[in-house]
């Protein structure tokens, strides 16, 4: 598989699940408490390190949980900007289970690290800093080579990339997995992965990642759940934009995943079940944004997320130039009742929702490929403000 072959599989995977898990965890204060609280390493890892024991089998419930959320892909830190490595039985463990479930493989890769003398005083002292980039080629080297074909490498924390000779590690890691992706290195990347925002780019591959609550690492007083209804908002908006969601859980330190983080990911997997068609491997912005609803489509099929139920029963579609010959809803098949004028298609059968219902998706057969038709409130002139 070429490269650009591996970006469209990953297109359309669409949706993967983020572990971030390390001794942070034993904390139940986060993934920056070390940098935060000025913890010296020695201390914090002879407080943390005899607490942190991740039960076997964990990884593998990390990547069945992935696969009930509909996810496609998963990416686990295999060191954070603490600095601990994790271990190899669990990273086999992790990657068997995500070959089994027939999901890609990611491995994230913190550069920084707070716990190494030799990062903390820079390349301003040569023989430390060269100490500390042999540590990490030699790290990056070992998940590699040591784990079988890896789908995605995910870097953090880089310096400037010849101040640890990116290059020539790069020329050796591309050799070793020349189908694997690679962002977040400053150079010589695949894919923009865009932390806690979108990046909405039509003309490069991208993912957003964010955390299902305020927390990356284990955060025992984070309690700020993002909503199922929000989740699912967060990974439309992404494919109708054309990018995926890269959504993170934070394991405790026996490496298990929050109750509350199991269920919304199980609820939206459950949704994706009724409504993936919309998701996965799919074209975005169809109508060149000019319907000004959240879009998506597959050949003479589009879709768009009702997102203003509120208007009542009778709900107007517009900018849309084709003849549409059917619309229904994706999740039930149900067929709704329409009138088209122009461009203007007027939804006379949609059923009000419940209020706290799950939103749902229109699935309209085309004539053809589906063609947008810009708002003639819109000036030319304006086009390139609005996004048009």
Not at 163 to 175: M, T
Not at 224 to 253: D, E, F, Q, T, Y
Not at 261 to 278: M, R
Not at 337 to 362: H, K, S, Y
Request: hydrophobic share 35%; aromatic share 12%.
């Amino acid at each position: 598989m070429t490269i650009a072959e591996k970006k469209k599989l990953f297109n359309q995977w669409a949706y993967g699940l983020f572990i971030h898990y390390g001794v942070y965890s034993t904390f139940g204060l986060g993934e920056w408490l070390m940098f935060l609280e000025r913890r010296k390493p020695e201390e914090y890892f002879r407080e943390g390190l005899p607490k942190f024991k991740p039960r076997r089998g964990c990884a593998r419930e990390w990547v069945e949980l992935a696969k009930r959320g509909g996810m496609k892909y998963a990416v686990l830190t295999t060191r954070h900007h603490e600095g601990y490595f994790i271990g190899e039985e669990l990273l086999h463990e992790f990657v068997d289970a995500c070959r089994e479930n027939g999901l890609g493989v990611g491995f994230y890769y913190s550069v920084a690290d707070w716990s190494d003398p030799g990062y903390c005083a820079g390349p301003a002292s040569p023989d430390t800093w060269k100490k500390f980039v042999e540590k990490a080629h030699r790290q990056i080297r070992e998940i590699m080579t040591g784990y079988g074909k890896i789908d995605y490498l995910f870097y953090d924390g880089c310096p400037p990339p010849a101040s640890w000779g990116l290059h020539e590690l790069h020329k050796e890691i591309r050799a070793l997995q020349p189908e694997m992706l690679i962002s977040r290195c400053r150079e010589d990347v695949d894919l923009k992965s865009c932390e806690g925002h979108a990046n909405g780019d039509p003309d490069n591959l991208w993912e957003s990642c964010y955390t299902l609550n305020d927390s990356w690492g284990y955060n025992r007083f984070d309690h700020n759940w993002k909503p199922v209804k929000k989740v699912i908002s967060m990974l439309s908006n992404n494919r109708h934009s054309g990018g995926n969601l890269l959504l993170n859980v934070g394991p405790m330190a026996d490496g298990t995943v929050q109750r509350e983080a199991v269920e919304i990911i199980e609820k939206v997997g459950t949704w994706l079940q009724q409504n993936g068609e919309a998701i996965y491997d799919v074209v975005p912005h169809p109508f060149d944004y000019h319907d000004k609803e959240y879009s998506t489509a597959k050949g003479n099929t589009a879709y768009i997320r009702l997102e203003r139920e509120y208007r009542g029963p009778q709900r107007r579609l517009c900018g849309i130039a084709n003849q549409v010959k059917k619309i229904s809803i994706l999740s039930t098949g149900e067929e709704i009742a329409f009138q088209q004028q122009d461009d203007v298609i007027t939804l006379t059968g949609l059923i009000p929702q419940e209020e706290n219902a799950l939103q749902r998706v229109l699935k309209l057969e085309l004539d053809g490929a589906p063609k947008g038709i810009r708002n003639p409130m819109s000036p030319d002139y304006a086009i390139k403000f609005t996004g048009e």
